[in-house]
């Protein structure tokens, strides 16, 4: 197997963790995983050089991205779902946390997870998102204060945040 | 402390949470979060968050990869359906040329320009390539150097494949096409996402023009003409976008070929 396609085969198991934190759904994140697998084989020729994790991330961003605004066509609602059986800690506090995502806009919790979940700097998200780095901060800077006021509320003895 | 350099931006504040914080600011930073009480609550309430989302997704990654996802036998399939698709495109290939040859001469009587001619025969490539996902071209984009060349010479004059990188386009590749004035070059870009366009060039005895814009029934082409040679960049009708594509390559084109003067 060629270097190219061994590097993509050992991002699958991140591609997988940043699908599922991106949809909250493991079917349909894998079968936004396994959309991204086949427009890499089919692009295998237009990948010059770089860095193929990156482009990787892009591909699934930019599907799920599509995925959205194909659904939000149609006029359904989408219970959140809850089938992830990894689920660890006895508290709340995770379950709460995907909620908070649920709420966030996609390109705020693109790229929220991104840097938190997949580790990559900030100047790779610009590149994975197509904008310039102070787009990527203010991203995180509101996806950050949205989900603080979210469990802030979610808490008992609770501050009215606005 | 007022000292300016001392104030700490809330950009700031989230690259120290990120390690993006250059080494020379982690001081500064540390220094105002240990006497500015909001603010420390504010990073630590970003640390819980992240550790959240670690916590409750982290552990995605060391689960087994479901078969659908084995990437072997995906690209094992792939290359079956390339194999195959390759000899139905070299089928429709066959039948479209004798379709375009009707257009084309349907169309010679009623034009004084070679323009119209032009770019009806790119939307028509455009057409029947952009579909086309796994032989879409004769040479691969990453032979960029032979394809220009080799483009070049049955066109008759230099012609470019503009880099469009900076928009987020690679070039797929190229193939030489019959045109209205003879051999014409063709040129496939793809975006990230799969979204294609491609620039189509020939000969023409047109006079110089700035960029023009038509759209067909879900297409659309800028075209324009420089030193000689018609070019029709075609793209999904999304006229902003197909626009500043087309300046990119306007603007490649031109400054390159000033320098050779012809």
């Known amino acids: ?99 908070a995502l649920d709420d966030l806009a996609e390109d705020q919790r693109a790229a929220l997870l991104l840097v938190v979940l997949e580790g990559l700097t900030y100047r790779e998200v610009a590149e994975v998102q197509g904008v310039p780095i102070g787009t990527v901060m203010s991203r995180l800077a509101r996806a950050r204060m949205q989900i603080k006021a979210y469990l802030d509320g979610e808490r008992p003895a609770l501050r009215r945040v606005k | 402390m007022n000292d300016r350099d001392q104030i700490i931006s809330e950009d700031e504040l989230h690259a ?18 240990a006497s500015h009480a909001e603010d420390a609550a504010r990073v630590a309430a970003w640390r819980k968050q992240a550790e959240l989302i670690q916590a409750r997704y982290g552990g995605v990654a060391n689960e087994k990869v479901p078969g659908r996802l084995n990437f072997a036998r ?20 066959f039948v479209a040329g004798g379709l375009a040859g009707w257009t084309v001469r349907g169309l010679e009587t009623q034009a004084p320009s070679d323009l119209p001619r032009f770019t009806a025969d790119a939307l028509e490539a455009y057409r029947l390539y952009v579909v086309e996902v796994r032989h879409p071209v004769e040479v691969p984009g990453d032979q960029r150097p032979h394809l220009v060349e080799w483009l070049s010479k049955r066109v008759g004059s230099p012609v470019r494949a503009p880099e469009l990188d900076r928009l987020g386009l690679k070039l797929v590749g190229g193939r030489l096409l019959p045109g209205p004035t003879g051999a014409s070059a063709f040129f496939m870009y793809e975006g990230p996402s799969g979204e294609r366009f491609t620039l189509y060039c020939g000969h023409t005895s047109d006079q110089q023009t700035a960029l023009r814009y038509t759209s067909g029934n879900q297409n659309a082409a800028y ?40």
Request: proline share 4%.
């Open chain 1, 1 to 99: 197997m060629s270097d190219f396609r061994q590097r993509i085969e050992e991002a699958i198991p991140a591609l997988r963790r940043y699908a599922r934190a991106l949809t909250r759904d493991t079917e349909t994140a894998d079968d936004i995983v396994q959309d991204t697998l086949v427009r890499a084989l089919r692009s295998e020729h237009l990948f010059h050089d770089g860095d193929v994790r990156a482009w990787l991330y892009t591909i699934l961003t930019n599907l799920n991205r599509n995925r959205l605004r194909s659904l939000s066509r149609r006029p359904t609602l989408t219970p959140i779902k809850d089938n992830d059986a990894a689920m660890t800690g006895p508290d709340t506090g995770s379950r709460d946390i995907a909620r």
């Open chain 2, 16 to 33: 120290y949470v990120d390690g993006e914080l250059p080494a020379d600011r982690r001081g500064a930073v540390e220094a105002w979060l």
């Open chain 2, 74 to 93: 995906m690209a094992r399939r792939h290359r079956m359906r390339w194999i195959a698709t390759a000899a139905a495109a070299a089928i429709a290939v």
């Open chain 2, 223 to 262: 075209y324009w003409v420089d030193r000689n040679l018609a070019y029709v960049l075609s793209g999904p009708a999304e006229r902003d976008k197909l626009r500043d594509i087309a300046q990119a390559a306007y603007d490649q084109i031109d400054t390159r070929s000033s320098p050779r003067g012809g």
